[in-house]
């Protein structure tokens, strides 16, 4: 059992920031900006985005502020320097996601790029659920999801501990409905990062029809 996963989390990139920066550039065949692009051609022009994790910012927030008013929220102050000097044009807050609290039908999309494998995987369901009150109707979750099953820290992660938890698919898939969200896109995609080959689970999903955005 972990003892503070989260504070691992916090301190890992606040002692990571600028390298996990640079090893992002180095990812081949990251899907990511493909997604984001799914996503955005499906949202109104200034869409109102959530974006929980943003790290640095770079390039996803970066490339969601060009057409929509963006909150990113990161548990990491370093991050967050990061992406305030490189995003200027977006709002940011720091903050456990899992923590966040707003009102029902805050945004027209949230999303969590790689982020969500950060969190205990014991709380995804009340954070999935959390995310279907957000959303407006017809509002959008894009997602990165870990496709393991697996919980606990890696020792040494671009030079810090870190900590990561998560689900296989099938139950990604059934936590998101169980949050009443209804998947648009399921797609399983393998990218190298610079240590070797990883696969995540691409979600785009918005509110089922009748689900109630009340506390």
Not at 41 to 70: F, Q
Not at 130 to 141: A, S, V
Not at 156 to 177: E, I, Q
Not at 194 to 213: K, Y
């Amino acid at each position: 059992m972990v003892s503070d996963p989260k504070h691992i989390v916090e301190s890992g990139y606040d002692a990571i920031a600028t390298e996990h920066l640079d090893w992002i550039g180095r990812i081949d065949g990251d899907p990511r900006m493909r997604f984001l692009e799914a996503l955005s051609t499906r949202l109104p022009a200034s869409a109102s985005v959530l974006e929980l994790g943003c790290g640095a910012g770079v390039p996803c927030t970066a490339a969601l502020a060009e057409r929509h008013d963006v909150l990113g929220v990161d548990i990491s102050a370093a991050q967050l320097d990061l992406a305030r000097r490189l995003v200027p044009r977006a709002r940011f807050l720091k903050q456990d996601m899992t923590t966040l609290r707003f009102p029902p039908d805050s945004f027209d999309a949230v999303t969590a790029f790689y982020s969500i494998g950060h969190i205990p995987r014991h709380e995804h369901a009340a954070l999935f659920a959390r995310i279907t009150r957000w959303l407006r109707p017809g509002g959008l979750f894009l997602a990165a999801l870990a496709c393991g099953s697996s919980d606990g820290v890696q020792d040494d992660w671009l030079g810090a501990p870190m900590y990561f938890s998560s689900h296989d698919p099938a139950t990604n898939r059934a936590l998101l409905r169980q949050a009443g969200l209804t998947l648009l896109v399921d797609e399983q995609v393998t990218m190298r990062e610079p240590e070797g080959p990883a696969t995540f689970q691409w979600v785009i999903a918005r509110p089922a029809p009748g689900v109630s955005s009340t506390f």
